[in-house]
């Protein structure tokens, strides 16, 4: 099927898009709405502007992909008949990917051309790279998820379940739930007796987030209604400190989430001009956040810059 440019994008629902839309509608209206078509020659200056902002990335997030990738490239490849990768040759490939990123980051004009083909760091974009003690951190928790990968439990029990499904980095699955589009594939899915598996690696700290996320991931599985039912227990992989938490799911649970997916929902189409076409209301309508204090990290800070200063000169003095 032919590419077709549309006016406005298609709406669906992700655990991402919660979780942006919950930290500031403006950055949401960046993300989902004002960066719609910015790729295209004809884009207008702010669309474009907005698409290649919204490509930015950093560090953490970039160190997150690499491990998610060098994990389902592992379980995969430990099922195929292959051996179990060794830690210093994850972290081998982990450093690599890293450096390359790095170099990427430092071509500014060859991004500018082409955002969407190479990386470009947060801190090469505003500055003049990641600091010394920055580039150690990332180094260390690369070096301590790539360790702990191949001894963790989810790793060891999926090279051995008799069925697993790997989530693709780069491609996007979804389930219709209520006639909305929810992208919600776990990290890993594999079966053990009778009691399904979700697997969510995580290269950061623990979050009071986490454990939800899990319910989400059941409520794509009841849904996607080509698996046999059974129990469904998730576990979170805290690769960075080789702990692990497992949370069994229970059909409250999933129903009780599924509440809030529609409440999420119903939240995002206040900000509709038009909720059958998916049309957004003008920018303005977007609040920034209420506590400003974080808004530099963002990668759309610019867009918002002169807003934020005019914002910051209200008050008694």
Partial sequence: MAFEIRPYPDFSWSQSRRSTFRECPRKYYWHYYGSHNGWLDEATEEAGRAWRLKKITNLHMVLGTIVHELAAGAVLRARGGGAVP????????????????????????????????????????????????????????????????PSSESFREAVEAPMVEVKEVDRLDFVELDGVKMYAQPDLLYRLGDAWRIVDWKTGA?????????????????ERGDLPPGPVIGRLEYLSTGDSTSVPIADRDCADERERIADSVAAMR??????????ALPREKFPLREDTRNCSRCQFFELCEAELEAADVAGPF
């Fill in 86 to 149: 060794e830690a210093a040759d994850l972290i081998h490939a982990g450093r690599a990917r890293l450096n390359r990123a790095w170099l990427m980051s430092q071509q500014r004009e060859e991004w500018e051309r082409r955002p969407g083909k190479l990386t470009m760091l947060m801190e090469f974009y505003r500055g003049s790279g990641p600091s010394r003690d920055l580039i150690e951190q990332i180094r260390d928790k690369l070096y301590a998820c790539l360790r702990h990968l």
């Fill in 206 to 222: 623990r979050h009071a987030s986490h454990a939800p996320q899990l319910r989400t991931y059941a409520v794509y599985l009841q």
């Fill in 270 to 279: 206040t900000y509709l001009a038009d909720p059958v076409r998916n049309e």
